[in-house]
């Protein structure tokens, strides 16, 4: 169970984190608040839609059959897989690498059984497929990812009125976006759910389209007045700021500039003067404080100063706990820690903010649908091993499936948000800064392409990590959205292929 609790804590540093990173790095959301929307989403997804039935070996990835009189083996196998992925998905975290979780969970597994039984009890076809998939994933993800960002930067954001163009077009990216998103949702909660499952895609496919369709009615006679206000109150805000800073730079240099040695002398004399008058007053207040602090101090019962000094070092270690996980400026530490990370983000094509603004919106409500689908589906990858372990414990026997125990889902999604609050922000640093430039037109192509092929995937049977997808997204949006003829030059091919060989090394770890 300890170990299952530190590999959910991994998946939600790791790839909880991923999918909040462009919204985070976009700026639609703040750190705290992707924390708290995500910690939400995937703690229902996992309770309301986990599963109520896991897998012994997920993917299949070795025969079981070899383990039937040996039961007690597979038991401790699965435990020191777990061991083992835990470990390694620690130090891709440390190392601020986003992998794929399921992925290090089945290497550990495949890694076990070499061990224990050879080559002949792996089924090498289907470690192949994921071999396959590390290329496929991102190549085709990319590829979808900059086709919706060309899309969308030709006839939107480049048009002579994007903020127009947006607000016309925004039903219909509704109704794609949000489908697509919520058949995704359908498709994996159909794997735990015998009911979802039984209807099948004649359920799945017109339930989700019908939803967006619904909720592209709404926005367009309801909610889009309402948004462009907000997006306009807040475009003014911007610019009162704006123009504030720049009046407030303005008046401080002329003031230094019309300064004169006379008038500086004169005035110092007489503030010398006035703080001379504030400075003894000062003092003889502060000759009777000590007494009223004293004072102050002996009337306060023992009892009652405990509690005080508790309650005191209770907000000052939650003050500390903030500052380190969700407090922290992520953009400035990412800039600080790498040049390349800084130049892009100054260099990259920028769009108009209002438009802009308006994506924002459709990005959060991506991100949160890819959440939930995430706890719903994912969270396997930590209660998996735990639930073969006591079913063989019980029972003294290996199934192909085992009963998760309500207690079990929810150890593994308190993991789930106990990682993503800890130690989330270092991978929102890495693929939301250090791949390329974000906005939220950029995350919302990049969320849509990664929903679009791990919908597909699912059905070719290709065991693809979302992690990888939104990578490869993030990739392909880079290639689009640099400096005007300096394309490259909005990517970071060395970080990039720092990722690549952590997510080998995982697997092969």
């Known amino acids: 169970g300890i170990f299952g609790f530190l590999m959910a804590c991994g998946i939600g540093a790791n790839d909880v984190a991923n999918a909040f990173a462009t919204s985070v790095s976009a700026k639609s959301v703040t750190l705290k608040q992707a924390v708290v929307i995500a910690g939400i989403c995937e703690f229902l997804g996992a309770m309301l839609l986990g599963a109520s039935v896991t897998s012994t070996i997920k993917g299949k990835m070795i025969d079981t059959?070899?383990?039937?009189?040996?039961?007690?083996?597979?038991?401790?196998?699965?435990?020191?897989?777990?061991?083992?992925?835990?470990?390694?998905?620690a130090v891709a975290n440390y190392l601020a690498l986003p992998v794929s979780t399921t992925h290090t969970i089945v290497g550990s597994i495949v890694g076990f059984s070499l061990a224990a039984k050879g080559f002949s009890s792996i089924n090498w076809m289907e470690v192949g497929k994921i071999f396959i998939s590390w290329v496929a994933a991102p190549v085709i993800t990319g590829t979808a990812a900059a086709l919706f960002f060309w899309v969308t930067r030709k006839f939107i954001l480049l048009s002579e009125v994007p903020y127009k163009r947006a607000i016309t077009l925004y039903p219909f990216i509704i109704f794609i976006a949000i489908g697509i998103d919520l058949f995704m949702v359908f498709y994996k909660a159909g794997k735990n759910s015998p009911q979802i499952k039984e209807w099948g895609l004649k359920f799945m496919i017109p339930a989700g389209f019908c939803i967006s369709f619904f909720l592209a009615v709404v926005f367009h006679f309801l909610l889009s007045p309402y948004l462009q206000k907000r997006v306009e109150a807040k475009m003014e805000r911007l610019e009162k700021a704006k123009t504030d800073k720049e009046n407030e730079d303005v008046a401080h240099e002329n003031a230094e500039a019309g300064e004169g040695e006379e008038k500086k002398s004169a005035m110092m004399k007489k503030i010398l003067g006035e703080d001379g008058e504030e400075e003894k007053a000062e003092e003889q207040d502060g000759e009777e404080q000590p007494t009223d602090s004293k004072t102050t101090d002996a009337n306060i019962s023992r009892s009652e100063r405990i509690k005080k000094n508790m309650t005191a070092s209770f907000h000052k270690s939650m003050s500390k706990l903030g500052d380190a996980t969700i407090?922290?400026?992520?953009?400035?530490?990412?800039?600080?820690?790498?040049?390349?990370?800084?130049?892009?983000?100054?260099t990259g094509e920028e769009f108009d903010p209002r438009a802009e603004e308006m994506f924002s919106y459709l990005q959060v409500l991506t991100a949160c649908l890819l959440s939930f689908a995430h706890g719903a589906n994912d969270v396997a990858n930590a209660i998996g091993p735990?639930?073969?372990?006591?079913?063989?414990?019980?029972?003294?026997?290996?199934?192909?499936?085992?009963?998760?125990?309500?207690?079990?889902?929810?150890?593994?999604?308190?993991?789930?948000?106990?990682?993503?609050?800890?130690?989330?922000y270092k991978l929102m640093i890495s693929l939301g800064y250090k791949i390329t430039k974000m906005s939220p037109s950029r995350g919302f192509c990049i969320e849509l392409a990664a929903s679009f092929v791990v919908v597909i995937a699912s059905f070719v049977g290709i065991p693809v990590s979302t992690t990888q997808c939104q990578v490869g997204g993030t990739i392909g949006v880079g290639l689009l959205g640099g400096e005007k003829g300096n394309r490259s030059g909005n990517l970071n091919p060395w970080f990039v292929l720092k990722v690549i060989l952590g997510w080998v090394g995982t697997f092969v770890a």
């Open 386 to 424: 735990i639930a073969a372990v006591i079913a063989i414990y019980n029972t003294g026997e290996v199934n192909s499936k085992n009963p998760v125990p309500k207690w079990i889902i929810f150890l593994g999604a308190a993991g789930i948000v106990l990682g993503l609050l800890l130690y989330g």
């Open 65 to 89: 059959s070899l383990y039937a009189d040996e039961p007690g083996v597979l038991m401790y196998g699965m435990l020191t897989s777990l061991v083992a992925a835990s470990f390694i998905l």
């Open 327 to 346: 407090n922290r400026d992520i953009e400035a530490e990412a800039f600080a820690g790498s040049a390349k990370a800084k130049e892009m983000w100054e």
